[in-house]
């Protein structure tokens, strides 16, 4: 129990020191608070050159022989997602420790940390963050990670160059259909329980991240080097945007917009338009599209025992 304490101590510390998003309050609406105003709020990362989203241009993508298979661990759990949330920013659900990445042109394994998702209002209003030949999409899913070396120590990660790497997976609607997949009707069930800031629930459905990721082919990816979309806006993410969308029914998608509100009062705004702005383009690659990998990479599990990666969860998205 000292352990913990000790531990918890310190994430309340990091927090203090370098999250401008527990502290400072940016936003994406208010002409107070929203992204243009951001490097004067939260520090001048976010008025950089290496930031995020970007406009993927598809002509000038490079192929990269390095860039190999992803080895997902624990993304076919249904006990590894442990609480859903609204942040008044996101909706954000937390890993249970074991959620891991490797390979993908990755120098290392990096472990989970938690999802959350963009969106604009409704389904008809783009609200992904990255674009592909200009084309955004009603909503993108967000997987962080971080290096598997800082042992959860995200005030690590973020001061390396590569520290996070986030996952992108661009939304699309399914058409004709409703209440699909069952997968995101299961999710999308828990907006009920946190429509309020802060508000916070277990999630206790058998529910995976594979589940989630229904009908992305994982070996295409495109990959780039950026930055957080949020303050502080660190450079220090290594995305990876995956060429296939997932595909979710209309009525799923507008429960983002109709459900959720932005603070913890039942007469604020509902929770739109929940994404970064463009950023200038970033050189962009990605594997050949023959490319597939042969060796047969064993997913070794990784104990991690690690307090500290569960308390700092929170921190960054
Ligand atoms: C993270 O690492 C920094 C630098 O080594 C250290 O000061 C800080 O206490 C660590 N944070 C946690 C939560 O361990
Ligand atoms: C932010 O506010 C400025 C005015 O200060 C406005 O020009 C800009 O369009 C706003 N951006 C967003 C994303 O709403
Ligand atoms: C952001 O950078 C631009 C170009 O370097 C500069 O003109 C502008 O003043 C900067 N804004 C802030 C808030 O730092
Ligand atoms: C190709 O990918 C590898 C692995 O991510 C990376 O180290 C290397 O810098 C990339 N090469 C180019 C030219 O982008
Ligand atoms: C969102 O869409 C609804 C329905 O079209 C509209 O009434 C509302 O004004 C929109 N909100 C914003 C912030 O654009
Ligand atoms: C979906 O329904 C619309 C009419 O509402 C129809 O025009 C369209 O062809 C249908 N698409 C598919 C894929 O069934
Ligand atoms: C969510 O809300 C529903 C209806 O109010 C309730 O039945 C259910 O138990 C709640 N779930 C959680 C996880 O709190
Ligand atoms: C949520 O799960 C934690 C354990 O992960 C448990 O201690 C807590 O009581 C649960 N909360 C509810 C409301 O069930
Ligand atoms: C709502 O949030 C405010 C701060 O923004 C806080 O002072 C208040 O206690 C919160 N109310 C509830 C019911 O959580
Ligand atoms: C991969 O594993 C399968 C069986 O698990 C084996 O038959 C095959 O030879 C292995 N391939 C390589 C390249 O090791
Ligand atoms: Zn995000």
């Given amino acids: 129990m000292k352990g913990f304490i000790a531990v918890f101590a310190a994430s309340i510390f990091v927090v203090d020191v370098y999250c401008a998003d527990d502290t400072t ?5 208010d002409p107070s608070c929203n992204d243009t105003r951001w490097p004067e709020i939260a520090g001048d990362f976010c008025n950089r050159s290496r930031q995020s989203p970007i406009n993927i241009e598809t002509r000038l993508v490079t192929v990269n022989e390095s860039l190999n298979d992803f080895i997902f661990t624990n993304y076919d759990s249904t006990s590894i997602l442990d609480d859903i949330s609204n942040t008044g920013k996101t909706v954000k659900v937390n890993f249970k420790p074991g959620v891991q990445i490797s390979g993908g042109g990755l120098s290392e394994a990096y472990n989970g940390l938690q999802f959350h998702l963009h969106w604009g209002n409704l389904s008809s209003v783009p609200g992904s963050e990255h674009a592909v030949d200009g084309v955004r999409t009603p909503m993108e899913l967000h997987i962080v990670h971080i290096k598997s070396s800082f042992n959860g120590n995200t005030t690590l990660a973020v001061a390396d160059s590569m520290g996070v790497a986030a996952l992108g997976f661009l939304i699309e609607v ?11 009707n299961t999710l999308t069930n828990y907006l009920r329980n946190i429509t309020l800031r802060d508000n916070i629930v277990n999630v206790t459905e058998g529910l995976s991240l594979n589940d989630l990721l229904v009908g992305v082919d994982r070996t295409q990816y495109y990959r780039y080097l950026g ?12 995305w990876t945007v995956f060429k296939d969308s997932i595909k979710v029914s209309a009525d799923l998608i507008d429960k983002f917009s109709t459900m959720l509100r932005i603070s913890n009062e039942t007469s604020s705004q509902t929770m739109v338009n929940v994404f970064r702005r463009l950023q200038p383009v970033q050189p962009v690659s990605t594997r050949s599209s023959s490319a597939s990998d042969t060796s047969n990479a064993s997913k070794n599990w990784i104990s991690l025992g690690l307090l500290a990666l569960s308390m700092l969860l929170g921190r960054i998205y």
């Fill in 174 to 184: 399914l058409p004709n259909t409703t209440g699909q997949p069952a997968s995101w």
């Fill in 227 to 238: 930055s957080l979309t949020t303050p502080n806006c660190y450079e220090a993410v290594v």
């Fill in 25 to 29: 309050p940016w936003c994406y609406h």
